[in-house]
C-alpha cells in the first residue's frame, strides 16, 4: 500500500511538472524573461515557504540550527540546478513541450545515475563507486537504461529534424513561437546535466530533513525544509539572469505595461509558479513512501516526459508533420521512458 501511494503521489508531481508551462502560454504582451521570472517568484521563493510554514513545524530555527556546511551545499547545488531549471524553460521556448522536455529529462535521468557513482569513483567516498557498480546486476541495467536513453534521445532529436523539413517556417513557429531545433537541443542538454542537481542537493540536505522528523514533522513532509534552501539557490541563478535580459532587452516595462492585461498576466504566471513547485511537494511525499531516492527520481522523470508529451500532442505540437515524423517522436519519447524505468529498475536492486 505505501508503495501505490507513493507512486501515485509522484504521478500527481509528474503531472504538476508536465503541465506547468500551458499556463504561460496565457500570458499576453510579455517577453519570456518576465514572465519566467515572476512565476520563479512563486515557484521558488512563495510558495516553498508557505509550504514549510504548513507542514514543518519550527522550520526556520531546523535551517537556523543546520551546520553551514549543510546549508553551503544544500544552497550550491540548488544553485546549479537553477541553471538546469533555467535552461530547462529555453527548452520549453525553443522546441515545445513534448521535445523539449524529452530531451532534457533524458539527459537528467541519464546523468543522475551515472554522476553519483562516478563522483565517488574519485573521492573514495563510498563503496558506491562506478568501478564497483559495473560489476553488479543492477550497475548492468543502469548502464543499460543510459545507453538506451541516449538512443532514444538522438530518435527525438531526429524527429526535430524531419519536423523542421516537413513544415514551412510559419508552420513550425504557429504552436511554438520561437522554434529552433539547433539552439533547443543545446539547452536541453545543459537542462538534463544540471537539473540532475536536485537529486544531489536533497541528499545533501538530508540532515533538516530528519531534523523535521525529530522536530514531529510529519515524515511525509520532511523534504519540504530542504526545499526552501535548494529553491533560494535555483531564485539566485534565475532572478540574476532575467534581470541581465530585461536590462539587455529593455524588457523592466511588461511588470507595469497598462497596454497588456497585467492582472491576468500576474496570475497565470502565478498559477504556472505554483503548479511548477507542487512537483517537488508531490516528489517528496512519494519519496517517502518508497524509501528509495534514486527509484523515486527516475519514476518522477517518466511521469514528467509521459505527461508532457501528451500535452505536447494535445497543444498540436507536432499538427502537420508527415507520419514518419510521429512514429519517429513516438519511439522516441517511448524509448526515453523504457531507458527511464531499465535505470530505477536497476537502482531498486540491492536496495
Not at 519550527?58 to 541553471?83: A, H, P, Q, R, S
Amino acid at each position: 500500500m505505501q508503495a501505490i501511494l507513493g507512486i501515485l503521489f509522484h504521478f500527481i508531481g509528474g503531472f504538476a511538472s508536465g503541465s506547468f508551462y500551458i499556463p504561460y502560454k496565457k500570458v499576453r504582451g510579455w517577453s519570456w524573461e518576465s514572465y519566467w521570472i515572476t512565476g520563479g517568484i512563486f515557484s521558488w521563493l512563495i510558495v516553498p515557504f508557505i509550504a514549510a510554514w504548513l507542514t514543518i513545524p519550527g522550520f526556520m530555527d531546523i535551517i537556523g540550527n543546520t551546520d553551514f556546511t549543510t546549508l553551503f551545499w544544500t544552497y550550491t547545488l540548488g544553485v546549479l540546478w537553477g541553471i538546469g531549471g533555467l535552461t530547462f524553460g529555453l527548452s520549453m521556448r525553443y522546441l515545445g513541450m513534448s521535445l523539449g522536455m524529452a530531451v532534457a529529462l533524458g539527459f537528467c535521468s541519464a546523468f543522475g545515475a551515472l554522476i553519483p557513482p562516478i563522483y565517488r569513483e574519485f573521492t573514495g567516498g563510498s563503496e558506491d563507486t562506478f568501478s564497483r557498480m559495473i560489476q553488479q546486476p543492477s550497475g548492468h541495467f543502469i548502464l543499460l537504461g543510459v545507453v538506451v536513453c541516449l538512443l532514444g534521445i538522438a530518435i527525438c532529436g531526429r524527429a526535430g529534424m524531419f519536423k523542421e523539413g516537413d513544415l514551412p517556417e510559419e508552420k513550425k513557429k504557429e504552436h511554438i513561437k520561437e522554434f529552433d531545433l539547433k539552439k533547443g537541443l543545446t539547452v536541453a542538454i545543459i537542462s538534463g546535466i544540471l537539473s540532475a542537481c536536485m537529486s544531489f542537493a536533497i541528499a545533501a540536505g538530508e540532515p533538516m530533513g530528519r531534523a523535521a522528523v525529530e522536530n514531529q514533522a510529519n515524515p511525509l513532509f520532511r523534504n519540504n525544509v530542504i526545499f526552501v534552501i535548494i529553491m533560494l539557490g535555483g531564485l539566485t541563478t534565475n532572478f540574476i539572469w532575467c534581470m541581465i535580459l530585461n536590462t539587455r532587452n529593455k524588457t523592466f516595462g511588461d511588470y507595469t505595461n497598462r497596454s497588456t492585461p497585467l492582472v491576468n498576466n500576474y496570475v497565470f504566471a502565478a498559477i504556472a509558479g505554483t503548479t511548477w513547485f507542487l512537483q517537488f511537494f508531490f516528489y517528496g511525499m512519494g519519496e517517502s513512501k518508497l524509501e528509495n531516492a534514486p527509484s523515486s527520481w527516475i519514476l518522477h522523470m517518466a511521469f514528467i516526459i509521459l505527461i508532457s508529451s501528451l500535452w505536447g500532442f494535445a497543444l498540436k505540437e507536432w499538427k502537420g508533420v508527415s507520419k514518419k515524423t510521429l512514429t519517429t517522436i513516438l519511439i522516441g519519447i517511448t524509448t526515453i521512458i523504457i531507458s527511464v524505468m531499465l535505470v530505477g529498475y536497476g537502482n531498486s536492486l540491492d536496495k
